[in-house]
């Protein structure tokens, strides 16, 4: 029996009308590549030959009786691709901006909970009609960042006339259970969840005093509750709105050779410039930071067998209060290494415990009340964005044949944080995708044009830097001579 974890099945109870926990991908391709000319009908079957019989597509939910236990995973006996893989086309002159005005529209919308949790929609005519792109939806129930990336990953090829890599071979549903047997194994939970709590409040005690004693040292990561308000940090609304750029990643890790930084400080100091520049347009940036949640994969140091999701996350400041973009990446530099420290210090399986007490019922209930009372324009804001960097492939694939040209991940927003922020590299690019409310940011494009403007600064500002003071010391000699 395939039960869901508490982590898995909280991304469910979060879920409402104006919430969704999808996640979407929005796959450009290239059918110049493939060895048979495109049609819809050929792909729709390619995709079926591949997904068919693979728990991860063709599994669907199942309740318990009374919503006492997290659902299970069952299979669709009545799995059919043309429910899953739908076809499109963009309007004339079918460019970006109608594009990310179709896409937008189809984030939105809600996915079918009877079904299996995820759906293609191929949307021809884009680019002059020369391109095609996948806009794919998966619901963060069954997938997080990581294992996402690798599933889209498996559907795709390193040649164009190769056959796609395998998917999760050996892996099989879970056992259908019946509604007694379901029942008796939610009442035995619900008995032996006491014992549950009683042996993870011990380290979880610890780990709170291991981040009073950092935060008294200065080297705790940037604690919740403490990020500034702005417009996009209030109650959402179901509509969306969809902006993509392409960023040269050799730009970034030349930037990163220089300063002695990670990509990631990288990634983040560009979306705190690119923050900045948003909000000082609009005469709304504040005097601090602003906070970002970052999903952090626990993949390898996680000691669960089960679930889809195996995350956990940290805080980080952006540095939008910082207008040279050096000293932005020198405190980012420190911050995240003190960050890191501290998320290693928590077990990996943290969240993942926790998230086991998650109630169907009372979960579901305090989330739409919490949306309906608009509570989070009412207590201090907990973060202001969240922001994922996933690594991607670092040479060229090929999606049924045709080459992938873009490849961009787009995450949830949530209740007083309606801008998502996720990165992702391919084949020598970094591929940004946002995603907001669109009540609270009406225009995505005037946050996604200052990525590219940002490492131009940067990239610059290194190649002024002395020969003999690396970048990070000449910012620091600055910031310490004001």
Known sequence: MDRLSGLDASFLYLETPAQLMHVCGVIVLDPATMPAPYSFASMQAAINQQVKGVPAFTRKLRRVPLGLDHPIWVRDKQFDIERHVHRLALPSPGGYAELTALTSHLAALPLDRSRPLWEMWVIEGYDDGDKVVVFTKMHHATVDGVSGSNLISHLCALEADAPPMALMAGEKHGREAGARELLGRAVLTNLTRPVHA???????????TRTIGRARAGTAMAAPLT?????????????????????????VRQVKGATGTTVNDVVLTLAGGALRGYLEERDELPDSSLLASVPVSVREQSKRDGGANKVSTLFARLGTDVEDPLERLQEMAQSNQHAKEHHNAISADALQDWAEFAAPRTFGLAVRAYAGLRLAEKHPVVHNLVISNVPG?????????????GLYPLGPVFHGAGVN???????????VGVIACRESMPDVESLVKHFPLELERLSRAVAASSEDVTPLEKARAKKQGR
Do not use: C, Y
Request: charged letters at 15%; zero cysteines.
């Open 198 to 208: 009683a042996r993870i409040l011990a380290p979880t005690a610890k780990g709170v």
């Open 421 to 431: 922020i996720t990165v992702m590299s391919n084949d020598g690019r970094l591929h």
């Open 393 to 405: 492939p670092p040479f060229p694939l090929f999606f049924m044949g045709a080459q992938i040209i």
């Open 227 to 251: 990020a500034p308000r702005t417009s996009f940090n209030g109650t959402i609304t179901g509509r969306r709105t969809i902006g993509v750029v392409d960023l040269d990643l050799e730009a």
